[in-house]
Every structure is written in structure tokens, then in C-alpha cells.
């Protein structure tokens, strides 16, 4: 499973709103190969499911991940920060040996 924080929750809500993104969408997060650890995260939002999506609901926020990315995903939390490294969506992942400094992409 993929949980979401309350941060996350509330900044999600607010940038379906502010992008005008329809009612039905939702938070697609997956993996995909680069940065300067060797895997990445990708985070967009989407209204359309895909064959093989792991689907989850955690505080109201719907969540899709392939397949594939939820091997690398499993048991990570999506929050947001606005600390002194910037603000954005952040992944908490317990599966990450290595992570780089800006925390966008890790190796497990």
C-alpha cells in the first residue's frame, strides 16, 4: 500500500483545484530509471486507470501505480514539505538504501 500524509492530502486537493483537473482524478506515482541515485520518481495526475495498476484510497486520495513501480514503492508514504530544501511532494520510502540530496530518485 502507498499512504498519504495530511500535508500531502491538503496540497493535493488544492492543486487538483488550482489546475481545474476533473473530479475523478487522481495521483499516479510510478519509478522509472535515472537521477543520480538510478531510480527516480514520477508523481503527475491522471483520470484514466491502466491494465495492471495496483489501485489505493488512504484519507480520501486515490493512488495508481504500475505494477512494476509498486515493487519499488511498497509501504511508501507521498507527503509534502516547505522546508529550507525546497518545497513540493516528497516520498518516504522504506525501501530506499540510497537516496540523493534532493530526495528525487534513490536506490534500493
Known amino acids: 500500500m502507498i499512504t498519504v500524509s495530511e500535508n500531502a492530502k491538503r496540497h493535493a486537493l488544492e492543486l487538483m483545484k488550482q489546475e481545474n483537473h476533473p473530479e ?26 491502466k491494465e495492471g495498476d495496483q489501485v489505493f484510497e488512504d484519507k480520501g ?19 509534502y514539505t516547505g522546508g529550507l530544501n525546497g518545497k513540493g511532494f516528497v516520498f518516504n520510502n522504506p525501501n530506499a538504501s540510497r537516496t540523493c540530496g534532493c530526495g528525487e530518485s534513490f536506490s534500493v
Open 61 to 79: 486520495i486515490k493512488i495508481a501505480v504500475d505494477k512494476k513501480s509498486f515493487l519499488y514503492l511498497v509501504g511508501t508514504e507521498l507527503d
Open 24 to 49: 475523478n482524478s487522481f495521483i499516479r506515482v510510478g519509478v522509472e530509471g535515472g537521477g543520480c541515485s538510478g531510480l527516480s520518481y514520477k508523481l503527475e495526475f491522471d483520470i484514466e486507470s
